[in-house]
């Protein structure tokens, strides 16, 4: 019912932020909750950041808490991560996904999926 695009990524050297997006199409993410995920080539897709669309309420991984701040923009009905302090092991393809129930974890059902988008932080 709901599509999601990622943008934002790109090249950026350690040390430095990014802003990641992403933007729900064909439906409002009201009813959502809304995770980020990362998956660096050789490795298991691992959870970032996680919020829920009603409460607001988030989760961040050990590995990205304190650097990383997740948000929503109810307005545009998007979900942004703010990516501050990058290490080179930062380095992944990041996604954005969505879960009909709000739960925001790394266990929540998330069905809807982007296409994700490349985050490479050099050192």
């Known amino acids: 019912q709901v599509q999601l695009v990622e943008s934002g990524g790109g090249l950026v050297q350690a040390g430095g932020s990014l802003r990641l997006s992403c933007a729900a199409l064909g439906g409002t993410l009201s009813r959502y909750a809304v995770g980020w995920f990362r998956q660096a080539p050789g490795k298991e897709r691992e959870f970032a950041a996680g919020i829920s669309w009603s409460s607001g309420n988030t989760l961040y991984a050990d590995s990205v808490k304190g650097r990383f701040t997740i948000s929503r923009d109810i307005a545009k009905n998007t979900v942004s991560l703010q990516m501050n302090s990058l290490k080179p092991e930062d380095t992944a393809v990041y996604y954005c996904?969505?879960?009909?129930?709000?739960?925001?974890?790394?266990?929540?059902?998330?069905?809807?999926w982007g296409q994700g988008t490349q985050v490479t932080v050099s050192s």
């Open positions: 996904a969505a879960s009909p129930y709000d739960h925001y974890g790394p266990s929540a059902p998330y069905h809807h």
